[in-house]
């Protein structure tokens, strides 16, 4: 039995209100506001709803040897060490990319220089990316960067030697086995469900406590983070301090991201709306687009555009070729194909079946000549050739046909030079679209994401590559007008002065 993202959810949304889980309390906590993201990628996974990122794992050496910068960054760059305040605390995302010839994380790079610019005292907590740290090290100490390696090292050993102690009450027991058995019902699937609440529940325990401790050392006004789903315990010790908490958007936002949404039913409690317990009290979004994008648990008013600063500063140097591309005579049109690991094998296969079939007419007839490019997630860079034949046979076949497996040429110039792009749910979809590309959504599971710019008429889904290769032959094809702005606009400094000053 096969199930769509909004099935998938749906049955998450009738659960937590048949049972109002996500104000259940148990041990001391809501756990279910712990799981419910992690809960939705296992049931993807064990549904096989998405494939599996197709990234690189960490061996056991590799594991081994980060264990020691783990104890070293634990003791030389500890958070908790310290007396220092500041005003703001920041916990940026652990993906870092080379930026102003620095490793950078693209979400947050411009609090720095506007904090400095209003003499206010930061300092960025940073987690590990694959187990390691991409950050120039001369620049550490110069950003006021700390490791948060003490508190995560921390929180697994003490869930480690804690695991199958937590002293559940009976009551607790049978919720937990209620909803347990109603889950594996629905999807035909097994769940560990006590698992999975017992890990949430020992890691939420531990980094509470240290967020806490953390908080009272560093005496924050204010604390800006990155994926704060992934960050419960440190929305909750903030909310606890009366700290306000601030949320950068990272990508996209839809009604079935469950990181966000929460439609009004989830939030009842004793037949009355109850505010969500581990969620930011404010997001930052790209544009005006996002206010709406999914039923926040927090009120429109404290989803405020500010834009993205990243992509408006990088953006500016392609803008123009993008301008011209429609409107000048181009012997070879690019089509590009924007990758995830999730959906790479389907993708990679269509690619390969869009190439083969334009080129063989291409061959045959004076038509239009096209020029391919697959754009690997950073994700997939070094396992491709593993695990893509499709590609392997495109790049083997097919002199016009280019594997991008490096962060290099930019994003951005490949959408200012491409007219056409095809992918699935990927935050690069929009960023293409302020790049005029005609836009292309593959029919799998998680294009419910996009059902808003579907129904707009603003990209087109489409099931095969004769479907496609048939709207690229289509020159007239109908695509509705839409304000670029409106998904990403410029960098309104006042708005973030003002939640300074506030």
Known sequence: MTFTVKEICQKIWNLEEKYELNHKEIQDCYPWQLIRMYLYYEITRKTNVFESAQQSSLSLFDKINSF??????????????????????????PRKVIFEDEYQDIYSYFLKDTLNQYGKRFETIESPYLNQHFRNKSNIKENNVKFNDRILLGSFIHKTRNRGKLPFTEEEKQLINAVKE?????FDIEIDLFRIMEDHILNF????????????KKNPKLVFLVVAYEN????????????????LQHGTISPYHLG??????TMKFNDEIKEIEYFPDKILSFGDYWKNACPFPIDSENIIS?????????????????????????????????????????????????????NENTDNNNA?????????????????????????????????????????PPLYELFAKSHYQIGAFSTAIYEGLAFNCKTFIIDVPGVEYLDDLIDKDIVKKVKSSEELINYINNENISIQEYDKDYFFKNFDETIFKKILSD
């Open 205 to 216: 325990q531990y980094d509470y406590k240290k967020y806490i401790e953390l908080l009272q």
């Open 368 to 408: 239009q000549k096209y020029n391919f490019i697959y754009k690997l997630h950073p994700g997939e860079y070094g396992t491709w050739k593993e695990n893509y034949d499709y590609l392997i046979k495109a790049v083997n076949e097919f002199d016009n046909f280019t594997v991008i497996d490096k962060s290099e």
């Open 182 to 186: 109603e889950l594996e019902t629905a």
């Open 306 to 358: 500010m834009g993205f600063p990243y992509f408006e500063e990088n953006s500016k140097t392609y803008m123009k070729i993008a301008d011209k591309k429609d409107n000048e005579p181009n012997d070879q049109k690019q089509i590009l194909f924007i990758s995830q690991g999730v959906i790479g094998k389907y993708l990679s296969k269509l690619a390969y079946e869009t190439a083969l079939s334009i």
């Open 232 to 247: 419960k315990a440190l929305v909750a010790a903030c909310k606890k301090m009366n700290i306000e908490i601030i949320e």
């Open 260 to 265: 966000y949404s929460y439609p009004e039913n």
């Open 68 to 93: 020691l910068p783990f104890l070293k960054n634990s003791i030389s760059s500890n958070p908790l060490s310290g007396k220092e305040n500041v005003n703001v605390l920041i916990f940026d995302h």
